[in-house]
């Protein structure tokens, strides 16, 4: 019997995403609203919120971006040997999003895929991930290739939450080879219990948060996931570890704003463990002194740190953050679009060789620190995304419209023996569509 060699360079080999073709811009909404102007477009960093209608769930948007990514890049059902989905989206307390999924796979034969759905906020797809690489890596790899599908639809009350909300899914291919190779074993976690953002309700769409407490929740587990992070590249031999050893990082974005904060709280960690470095000459000494908990409401240190570390996040982070501005929160997907965004912005000659970092926070809470190390061509993948004319191929919706939309999707919420009347004829094209429930529940999906 011959031994297969133990797979190598196991990461991410293709990607695609999917967001809903309507969309609410953030300055129409904040004057509909009656705030301030900028509250949503400055105080939240967002340009534009892509939302779904009742004729899309969770169901439908993971079928679409499946669908979609198989013909794409050409691949054969029959190779995949593990599907798992990332989500917090949950319309089912039983049945997982996987098994809607495997409906894909009926005309191939294969129904021997190993996953189901990994729960935790907005970490699920990077559980999903992790997951995936790891089963790529064990003695329980049958040769085959892995699915990830993460996404959400993040749907808030009507208020201040509102603007924070968005919709999407993306989709990975995982397996050895791979462009894009996750580093082993570089990756430093955090988690513990705290009720920043949960969903107890489940006769309701919407969370219950905590606001302040989950900004210093995020932060917190940035903190600790980074300084884990740090400690095992510097055991690997990296010499004077910082952000510095990265050339690009990705976060979690529940807003754009937030992302700025988490940079700069990163160079604020640097400064803590090398604060004799040049680039902190001009930081006041008593920051150093400062108790960690005190910090993470110290406005005047969060200022210090982001001016520094603008022409840094210019660089690093900014760059991924189109899909975030111009869609919202993704929940589960937020740091893949993050990833897609960063991938389509910059050549891939300029991506060979560089080390991605990826920060993942999902509230209750569980986080993770990680990267990518880019080491093949990413060429194909971004001509698949083809991210700017998806995007400028959106229906824009009036707040007055968005309002009675999300009303509605409210109203009609677990409704049994339903109909949604959405318009199918405004989804893109190829999208799969909620067509009914029927009186035990049970959906039916459709493709336009």
């Not at 990514?69 to 040997?81: C, E, H, P, R, T």
């Not at 559980?127 to 085959?144: K, P, Y």
């Not at 093949?376 to 009675?404: H, W, Y």
Request: aromatic share 12%; charged share 20%; net charge negative.
């Amino acid at each position: 019997m011959t031994v297969a060699s133990h797979p190598e360079n196991i990461g991410i080999r293709a990607m695609d995403v999917y967001f809903p073709r309507k969309y609410v811009d953030q300055v129409e909404l904040e004057k509909h609203d009656g705030v301030s102007t900028g509250k949503y477009t400055i105080g939240l960093g967002q340009e534009k919120m892509s939302f779904c209608d009742d004729r899309e769930d969770i169901v439908s948007i993971c079928m679409t971006v499946v669908s979609t990514f198989m013909k794409k890049f050409k691949l054969d059902y029959k190779n995949i040997g593990r599907l798992e989905v990332g989500t917090e989206t949950i319309i089912d307390k039983s049945k997982s999003t996987k098994t809607f999924l495997m409906s894909l796979f009926k005309e191939s034969g294969n129904f021997s895929i190993e996953g189901i759905d990994t729960t935790n906020a907005c970490y699920g797809g990077t559980s999903a991930l992790f997951n995936a690489c790891q089963w790529v890596d064990s003695r329980a790899w049958d040769g085959r290739l892995a699915l990830v599908v993460c996404g959400d639809i993040a749907v808030y009350a009507s208020g201040n939450a509102r603007p924070s909300g968005g919709a999407g899914v993306a989709c990975m291919l995982v397996g050895p080879n791979a462009p894009l190779v996750l580093e082993f074993p570089f990756r430093g976690t955090f988690m513990e219990h705290v009720y920043d953002f949960y969903k107890p309700d489940l006769s309701s769409e919407f969370p219950t948060v905590d606001g302040p407490l989950s900004v210093v929740s995020y932060i917190r587990a940035l903190d600790f996931a980074y300084r884990a992070y740090i400690d095992k590249i510097e055991l690997a031999g990296v010499v004077n570890p910082s952000l510095l050893s990265l050339d690009y990082l990705v976060f979690h974005s529940p807003y754009t704003k937030q992302v700025v904060k988490a940079f700069a709280r990163l160079i604020y960690n640097d400064f803590l463990r090398n604060p004799s470095d040049s680039q902190f000459a001009d930081v006041p000494r008593e920051f150093f002194n400062e108790s960690r908990e005190s910090s993470y409401t110290n406005k005047v240190l969060e200022k210090t740190f982001i001016n520094i570390s603008k022409p840094l996040f210019e660089k690093m982070t900014a760059p991924s953050l189109y899909l975030a501005k111009n869609i919202g929160n993704m929940y589960t997907a937020s740091v893949f679009f993050g990833l897609a965004s960063l991938l389509s912005a910059s050549k891939p000659s300029e991506l060979l060789g560089r080390r991605i970092g990826m920060f993942s926070y999902g509230s209750g809470s569980a986080a993770s620190f990680y990267s990518f190390k880019v080491v093949g061509d990413i060429s194909q993948i971004v001509k698949n995304l083809d991210l700017e004319a998806r995007i400028n191929d959106r229906i824009c919706v009036s707040p007055n419209q968005f309002e009675e939309i999300m009303s509605h999707r409210e109203n009609t919420h677990n409704s049994v023996a339903y109909k949604p009347v959405g318009d199918v004829s405004e989804l893109f094209p190829e999208t799969y569509y909620l067509e009914s429930i029927d009186s035990m529940y049970r959906r039916e999906y459709k493709q336009v």
